[in-house]
């Protein structure tokens, strides 16, 4: 009968294997019984994980943040200290004037940690790599007047513009705006 580990016998139930898992069991089993007997027992490496397993985690900041930058995060639910560590920003900026803190995620790449994302509550321009302006029309007014005397017609036309902004890189558009 097997025990616990406080030296109790366990309760025997029963155990059921697949035939494929009963099939791999008795291969090792015969394996180990045609070996060396004078040979050690077997031993199971670790998983790949070694040290702290958490390699992702959900964490706050305060300010922006640009790319290149480091930042100390605190680590969300973790009260425990240290519960904050230095991560860099290498993919985009983060533009932020708010005084309480952002939710971020980081990710962990060796012993160093990296910014992987960041909530984007509005419309941002942050992944713009170019800006340009640009007049555009916005009105005409045209405006006609007849000298009888003279048997001539007199026409006026006023333009009306505006500057535009264009956040992209590249791109072809056609701005109009009708004046009801």
């Known amino acids: 009968m097997a025990q616990k580990p406080d030296g109790k016998p366990a309760r025997t139930e029963r155990v059921t294997f697949t035939k494929p898992a009963a099939e791999r069991i008795a291969k090792v089993v015969r394996a180990v019984e045609g070996g060396d007997r004078n040979a050690g027992p077997l031993t199971f490496g670790n998983r790949g994980v070694a040290g702290n397993p958490r ?7 305060t300010g922006s943040w640009a790319i290149n930058a480091t930042k100390e ?6 009260t425990a200290t240290p519960n ?16 309480s803190s952002t939710d971020c995620a980081i990710a962990k790449d060796g012993t160093a940690w990296f910014l992987i994302d960041v909530p984007f509550e509005t ?19 045209l405006s006609a007047s007849l000298n009888t005397s003279a048997c001539t017609i007199s026409i006026g036309k006023t333009l009306v513009t505006s500057s535009v902004t264009i956040v992209s890189a590249t791109f072809t558009s056609s701005f109009i705006r009708f004046k009801v």
């Open 55 to 61: 390699v992702f985690r959900v964490c706050t900041f």
């Open 73 to 78: 995060v605190t680590f969300r639910n973790q």
């Open 84 to 99: 904050t560590v230095a991560a860099v920003n290498l993919f985009f900026p983060v533009a932020s004037t708010a005084t």
């Open 123 to 141: 419309a941002t321009a942050v992944f713009v790599r170019a800006t340009s302006s640009t007049s555009v029309m916005t009105d005409v007014t």
